[in-house]
């Protein structure tokens, strides 16, 4: 089978033959910088036609993270034309991320179109390094048919899993306190049993009266003397959907298909890669909790196969140190 695979793309590479000299002497990855945003322009117009309904159902969850402001901090990681816009709530403050400068004129069109969310910025950078973001910064992360052409998907997955924001929540065997949180954790809701007033409002004045306190605050967000309590806090996460093509079944005559074409495909794909296994990325990467369903892919012409599409929560404490409620 491998001898074949081989054959046979050598015979798509003669056919070829041009793109590949260009991508070797170094002139095709600028013209693919510029056509490709056109071409995904189209197909993802058509792509939103036939998802539609799934893309909606899977996006209508951002709106329960919204917390008292009624925002939303989102980063579209591998943003492109923005076609995912018109499927997100409003409230939602959207960071785009992208390494295709070409694509910012399309994104600008999107926005005007879709009036019923903020823009924050548009980020040139790669997945695998999004420097430019600050740790816990974000409330969710989408990412949809990227992790397809990224270099390293665990390197991308690692950085998502840095971005994302923690929420804490109090388990309800805690004493009665009143906490402040720096920096402001918005999906924050404590559940705790009543004490007396006394109590209350002795503990109520003790955190009032630690303003001053604010500029040593910790990185979990706590103030030092509750810290110093080792509270047993349970952290949930921020929430990573995704929607992306995977290889077919191994051993398949669709997946030796896949095999052949992928050397010529990733060049007129953008650095597409067919036969990533993405889901194994995503089951070893460092979240508590995975959904993901798998689907048909939506254009039978086109040599991608089949995708997931789901969610992934952020996991903030090893599960070992999780108290049940």
Not at 48 to 61: A, I, V
Not at 113 to 138: I, P, T
Not at 160 to 178: A, E
Not at 224 to 238: A, I, N, S, T, V
């Amino acid at each position: 089978m491998d001898a074949l695979v081989r054959l046979l793309q050598l015979l798509v590479l003669l056919l070829t033959l041009p793109l590949h000299i260009m991508a070797l002497l170094g002139f095709w990855e600028p013209l693919c910088k510029s056509y490709f945003p056109y071409l995904m322009a189209v197909l993802a117009a058509k792509t939103n036609r036939k998802m539609e309904g799934k893309k909606r159902e899977l996006f209508s969850q951002i709106k329960g993270l919204a917390g008292a402001s009624g925002k939303v901090a989102l980063l579209e990681l591998g943003c492109g034309t923005g076609a995912n816009f018109q499927f997100y709530p409003s409230g939602c403050r959207i960071t785009c991320l992208d390494p295709n400068p070409n694509f910012e004129k399309f994104l600008t069109k999107s926005m005007a179109e879709n009036r019923h969310l903020e823009y924050e910025r548009f980020v040139v950078a790669f997945g695998e390094d999004m420097k430019q973001l600050a740790d816990g910064s974000m409330d969710v992360v989408v990412c949809t048919l990227v992790l397809c052409s990224v270099q390293s998907p665990r390197k991308v997955l690692q950085e998502v899993h840095r971005v994302l924001r923690p929420v804490l929540r109090l388990p309800v065997c805690l004493p009665s306190v009143t906490l402040s949180f720096w920096p402001p954790f918005e999906n924050v809701s404590p559940v705790v049993p009543t004490q007396s007033r006394e109590a209350r409002h002795t503990r109520s004045g003790r955190a009032a009266g630690a303003g001053a306190q604010e500029a040593s605050r910790s990185r979990t967000g706590l103030l030092p003397e509750l810290e110093d309590q080792h509270l047993p806090l349970h952290r949930e996460g921020g929430l990573f959907f995704f929607w992306e093509h995977v290889a077919e079944p191994r051993g398949s005559w669709a997946f030796l298909w896949q095999q052949v074409a992928e050397p010529t495909w990733k060049h007129i794909g953008d650095g597409c890669r067919l036969t990533r296994e993405t889901w194994k990325d995503l089951e070893s990467a460092q979240f508590s909790e995975l959904q993901m369903e798998r689907q048909p892919p939506p254009f039978k012409w086109l040599p991608v196969g089949p995708h997931i599409m789901g969610k992934a929560v952020k996991k903030a404490f090893p599960k070992s140190c999780l108290r049940s409620e």
